[in-house]
Each structure stands twice: as C-alpha cells, then as structure tokens.
C-alpha cells in the first residue's frame, strides 16, 4: 500500500525543561487531548497478539498502554461530519514515545515522539524553520527512513502493562534553548485519500507538538504559582 512519511517538529522555548516534555509524553494522554479532532478517548486493555509481531515496538520500551480515541472527520466543511473510532497502542522509551494507530479506511500509523537536539531530525529531510513539517509518497513495498527494521518487542515484555509514571532521572539540561520535540511518522493509505491525510494529519500533529509545549509551561507556572502562595 502506498505510504506517507512525516518529520515534523516544535522548538521548546529557553523556559520549558526538555525532560519535563519528555514527561509529558510518558503520560500518554498530553499527545491525545491537543487533538483538534478528538470526540473523545478511553484506556483499554493491551492486547499482545495486536503488537508481538509488530517491529515497531522494540526491546527498548517499556509500559505499554492502548487506547481506543474517537475522532470527528469533517466530509464536507460546515455540513457533513463524521465519527471514527481509532484504536492505538503506545510504547514509551527514554526520550520519547512511539504510537501504532488503525484508523478507518486502512489508514495506518506508525508515529515517534522525542525531544532532540535542533537539527537532529534533519537527518529525515525535515528544513530548519520554527515550525517544519515535511512528507513524501513512496512505494508501500519500501521502509519509511524514520523506521528501519527493528527487533520485534518480546510477549513477556508486552504483557507488563504497569501505569505510565515518568522516570525520574535526567540528561536533559535545565533549559530548552536549543532542544525540539519531533515526530517521526509514516502513514499508510490508499490512493484515493492520500490529498486528504497528507493535508490533515500535518495540519493537526504540528498543532499537537506545539500543544504538548504549551501544556508544559502552564503546569510548570501552576506549580510555580502554587510555590509561592504556599
């Protein structure tokens, strides 16, 4: 099946700490909830035999959690909308988070989440700018760069499913000047609705990016305001 690849990415302000972003995803629900197209989500159980085979889920992750999220398709602006139901795994590891999703029409997604060094994701094609954003087709019987074969993640780590609390050790500095979160995707999908995920899924996952930023520096000032009123 044909596929799209995606580099997409959001520089983190000198004020928002690189591992505090790095937490954020770990906790899964600050990539669903900035959503622009989210109806609503519910945790559900992992089921190993939907990932075991997968390659995308490697040795290196931990805490698996699986989502089912229901999103609102607009058909026709203003008139006609429609819901579809979107069941997702997501895996984190150190410095970030990958996702698998199964959307309607044989649309599938492959998704990674990370805080880098600015520039570093330029390596999949992405240009240096504030907001960079960059995809291609490509045959569907070839591998996306962003994801090379990987070691398929093993039944008995799948089957731990502990809650998603971030880790408490850091290599991040202090500060986010020079840092960017990213995310590496490919999309799989038909012809016929290539135009319109190639339109809607940069519109809406740069959106996410900068949402996840955003999130971050409003907890950080709760808890700075909540320091001082103590």
């Known amino acids: 099946m044909p596929f799209l690849t995606f580099n997409l990415s959001y520089p983190l302000p000198a004020n928002c700490q690189p591992q505090r972003v790095v ?37 290196d992750g931990h805490a698996l959690a699986a989502f089912e999220i229901v999103d609102r398709i607009v058909l026709v602006p203003g008139v006609a909308t429609k819901q579809v139901v979107i069941p997702c795994v997501m895996q984190r590891f150190e410095g970030g988070v990958r996702c698998r999703s199964l959307a309607a029409g044989g649309v599938r997604v492959w998704s990674t989440w990370k805080v880098v060094p600015a520039g570093q994701s330029q390596a999949a094609g992405s240009a240096p700018s504030k907001r960079k954003s960059r995809s291609s087709s490509r045959d569907g019987g070839r591998r996306s760069q962003s994801n090379p074969p990987q070691a398929p993640v093993s039944a008995v780590t799948a089957a731990s499913t502990p809650p998603a609390t971030p880790p408490t050790a850091s290599a991040f500095p202090e500060s986010g000047a020079g840092y960017e979160i990213v995310e590496e995707a490919r999309v799989e999908c038909g012809s016929l609705v290539k135009p319109f995920v190639s339109r809607s899924f940069k519109e809406a996952h740069i959106a996410i990016l900068e949402k996840v930023v955003e999130g971050v520096l409003a907890q950080a000032e709760r808890e700075k305001m909540s320091y001082v009123y103590m």
């Open 23 to 59: 937490d954020a995803l770990h906790r899964y629900e600050p990539l669903i909830t900035p959503n622009p197209y989210l109806e609503s989500f519910r945790r559900r159980p992992v089921d190993v035999a939907e990932i075991v085979d997968d390659p995308f889920f490697r040795e």
